[in-house]
């Protein structure tokens, strides 16, 4: 095991020292973030891209770690290297919606060539018959899942080392929840993920010399959205719908928020607001900083929840999951998470 944890410090020194070199590549092509609108909360041009040097450095660590790339591994880096692609063009020259779904779910196809995909799952309602094969649907379910966890990361992109910080957390989470399990691979490939991240963070944290752009966020939902149907598996290779989706709390709950707010304000959906969780604690008059903190603290105890719902029963854990979710609506009515901002 010592193993996995040389590889994520292996990962994180290539990282730290490839994304200088991504800040350059950035600035020769033009991909940076001018502050234009209200919604944005730094002041001067910052370049973006920084995804490109956490994207080499798990790439270079998977090879590190067993040099012939397995089917899934190998339908993990393509459906990265699509997300990728499509960041780095977004980054340059913003894509509609359309386009962006259409790159998400190519990727998505990947995995599922691969043989990464959710076929089985948990049954939290019969104790006897603990869990359902659910047979030609997971071919959709998975595609939902892959594209909904890669835009609730992207969504959250809005404060200096946010979305970074937050799936460095859920790293980690999946890191343990994988161990706990038996799923090696998927251990290993969440510890390289961990390090490359934990690399490019000094340059991300406030305040940012680089930020990762959509071509960063997207491909950390990505890669823990596909690492977590390997990771997130019990006994009769069952997905524990209850631990990705509390390891991934934080962004799953405040695109979901934001879905609602826009829906009821009668705005698209994916018009982009300043109603955001992050959005909120800066109008409580905190920092950037202290912002980021709170929502990592946040993050971490959703994170401990679902590595205690990986080592109980199926209801146990779904007690949990229901639990949090009625904490967390009631936190976020009460603080006008669902009203409108412009």
């Not at 190998?74 to 894509?95: E, H, P, Q, S």
């Not at 990727?107 to 006897?128: D, H, K, M, V």
């Not at 009631?330 to 669902?338: C, I, M």
Request: charged residues 10%; glycine residues 8%.
């Amino acid at each position: 095991m010592s193993n996995i944890y040389v590889l994520a410090i292996i990962t994180a020194l290539i990282s730290f020292i490839i994304t200088p070199l991504v800040k350059k590549f950035a600035i020769r092509i033009n991909a940076i973030d001018v502050p234009k609108d209200a919604r944005r909360v730094h002041c001067k041009p910052v370049p973006l891209m920084g995804g490109l040097a956490i994207f080499i450095s798990f790439v270079l660590g998977i090879i590190l770690y067993n040099g012939i790339l397995t089917k899934s591994q190998l339908g993990i880096i393509i459906g990265a290297t699509i997300i990728v692609m499509g960041g780095m063009i977004d980054d340059i020259k913003d894509l509609s919606p359309k386009y962006k779904l259409l790159i998400q779910v190519s990727a998505a196809a990947c995995l599922l060539i691969s043989g990464i995909r959710i076929s089985i799952i948990t049954n939290p309602f019969r104790e006897f018959y603990p869990y359902l094969n659910i047979g030609w649907i997971n071919i959709p379910v998975t595609i939902i899942w892959i594209v909904a966890v890669t835009n609730a990361f992207n969504l959250i992109d809005g404060l200096d080392g946010l979305a970074a910080g937050i799936a460095f957390i859920s790293s980690v989470t999946l890191v343990i929840v994988s161990i706990i399990n038996g799923r090696l691979e998927a251990a290993f490939l969440t510890a390289i993920l961990s390090g490359a991240i934990l690399g490019f963070l000094p340059y991300n944290f406030n305040p940012a010399s680089i930020f990762m752009g959509d071509t960063g966020s997207q491909l950390l939902g990505f890669l823990l959205a596909a690492i977590s149907i390997e990771g997130a598996i019990k006994s009769a290779t069952a997905f524990v719908i209850s631990v990705p989706i509390l390891t991934f709390g934080l962004p799953i709950y405040d695109t979901l928020f934001a879905m609602i707010r826009r829906k009821a304000n009668g705005q698209p959906i994916m018009q982009a607001d300043k109603g955001h969780l992050h959005h909120r604690l800066l109008d409580m008059g905190l920092s950037q900083k202290q912002a980021v903190i709170i929502m990592y603290f946040i993050s971490a105890v959703l994170g401990g929840a679902a590595i205690i719902a990986m080592q109980i029963s199926n209801q146990r854990a779904y007690f949990i999951l229901g639990l949090t979710a009625v904490i967390t609506v009631s936190t976020a009515w009460k603080y006008g998470v669902f009203k409108h901002r412009d």
